[in-house]
């Protein structure tokens, strides 16, 4: 029976990797453990927002490309940052965890992987593999223009095409 399983969850995960190859990407970051590929923002206009502001919900495949388990989470997931052309961070962290949440309940979930979300944001993503969700909101200035992608404690970072 478990091999069963992972013969249908393998199947899946080909077909749905497949397809994802195809999606554009905008930002990547690389390392012996990880690829992390930022597809696209979501310009997200809500009254949560301060005065000035908008939220940013960020379309993002993580794959863990090494022969280990990963607290992705902790190590990546949650140091998820972007930099305006000033030189501004802004971090997704908890608070971006919410922004996302407000963003899918106000667009229907049908927009959200939520096993895939709950993947990026655990203490164990297992070896080769990949996950894709709409996983960080970001609050900047309406007018910021965003200009880099990173993981600032991996020091990981990318410029955004």
């Not at 990963?70 to 990546?76: A, H, K």
């Not at 996302?100 to 993503?125: E, I, P, R, T």
Request: include cysteine; proline fraction near 2%; glycine fraction near 6%.
């Amino acid at each position: 029976m478990k091999t069963l399983v992972f013969i249908i969850f393998t199947f899946i995960a080909f077909v749905t990797l497949s397809a994802q190859s195809k999606v554009p990407v905008i930002s990547e970051l690389k390392n012996n453990e990880v690829d992390i590929k930022l597809h696209k923002f979501i310009d997200f206009n809500d009254s949560n927002a301060k005065s000035g502001n908008k939220f940013l919900i960020a379309d993002i495949t993580i794959e863990n490309i090494s022969k280990n388990n990963i607290e992705i989470g902790s190590e990546y997931t949650m140091g998820i940052t972007i930099k305006d052309a000033s030189g501004k961070e802004y971090r997704s962290g908890l608070r971006g965890a919410g922004i996302v949440a407000s963003y899918v309940a106000k667009n229907g979930s049908d927009k959200q992987d939520q096993k895939a979300y709950n993947l990026c944001f655990g203490s164990s993503f297992p070896a080769k593999t990949k996950a894709r969700s709409l996983l960080c909101g970001f609050e900047v200035p309406k007018d910021a223009k965003i200009v880099s992608f990173g993981v600032k404690k991996k020091n990981l970072w990318s410029d955004i095409k």
